[in-house]
């Protein structure tokens, strides 16, 4: 069924036309349930995160990034909420261009000339987060009224009390110079695709390792010998074979597996708490992938970080994950625990996603592409961003974006589907076959 002809077999059509824009006293139709806005925010389940919110390391809500263009304002990110906890693996997969990206430098305070944040909140709960809430309170009260208004007065707000209670700060009211100076790289890293692009090609990578340790020396204490010892340590840690070789060679005298791996003892050279890592196996063959995945994994078990992988492909995060958020047109449209989302999949994206994993038990079998193109986000976007694509689209979804519908304690989807009032729409065939033969292996494993 396409887009345009949906919603009747659902018995909703009234949830469209029928009812009128104000979808008001929609009968057994779902326009009616309302209360969604335009952002889709209202009307549905808030966003909790999990079932024990208060332990997040970041809790990030409402978050929007847009970017000025020449031909207008690409609205990237339109209001994301995620909460990361110590010692978990948090998965965000999305197509190209669904804003994967952007939220994530926008976490770290990597921020384009033509962008800029237009909402949200990113609390950062892990060390440190006491002191820089103190010291941005007192910026602010030495700005004074007026001054400080630009640069930091919620903040003051918001730090002075985070700084008597448990202690955070929202790193959005973060200067660039303090997210340079106090998160990025020290409590948050972040490492890309291609490793050239976080190495410098002109220094040994033992001086990369080292520098940011050294630049926080004041506060960390650390002297220049430790440093060299503790880089030492790090590139044992990834898997280096000959870590004192390394510390003196260059990039380029790197293979690509073992310039990721020193990409990766530079991210950890600060112990962070966070590890954000974009797309970190593209440019590797697939075995080096799964060692540097494994590598990660391992790491995570011993220092206790929190990991988040970004990825356009779920079958490289099945192994790993413990989270998984599902990213669409910038927003996210499936949130839950890996077994929830590879298990039991509600959003007919998640299903396209997840078929577009090869199985690699069927032999000769064809790829499934999800058709069409995601959204262009320079044009505003009403209704569900993914009906266009959907065959399980409803009339409803080209009005009114879908608010977000809780399934478990961290389970959360995007789609009028899951209204109460919808028949929802069986799961593709090869999909449920795949997920019970997933299930039958798991069993089977169990067993033995
Ligand atoms: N500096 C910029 N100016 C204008 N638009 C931008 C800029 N940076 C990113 N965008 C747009 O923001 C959107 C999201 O981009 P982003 O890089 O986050 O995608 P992604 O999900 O990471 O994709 P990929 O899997 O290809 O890396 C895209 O439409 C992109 O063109
Ligand atoms: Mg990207």
Redesign the pocket.
Known sequence: MAADDAGGANGMAGAGGANGAGGAGGGNGIAGTGGADAAGNAGGAEYAGGADGADAILKIRGLEVA?K?TAGT?R?VRGIDLDLRRGQTFAIV??????????AKAIVGIR?R??SVTAGTVEYAGAGAGALAASAARKAGRAGGGAGQNACSDTSQGAGQNAGRAASIDLLRLSERDMRRNINGRRISMIFQDPMTSLNPTMPIGRQIMEPMLLHSRASGISRGEARAKALRLLELAGIPDPAGCLRAYPHQLSGGMRQRAVISVALACDPEILICD?PTTALDVTIQEKILRLIKDIQRRTGICVVY?T?DLGVVAKVADMVAV?YAGRIVESGTAEEIFYDPRHPYTWGLLLAVPDMNASGERLHAIRGNPPN?LHGIEGDAFAPRSPHALKIDARRAPPLYQISPTHFARSWLLHENARPPEMPGELRARIDGMIAQALADARH
């Open positions: 970017f263009t690409v990237a999305g197509e190209s261009g669904s804003g994967k990206s952007v939220a384009a033509n962008q797309e970004i356009h990213m986000l």
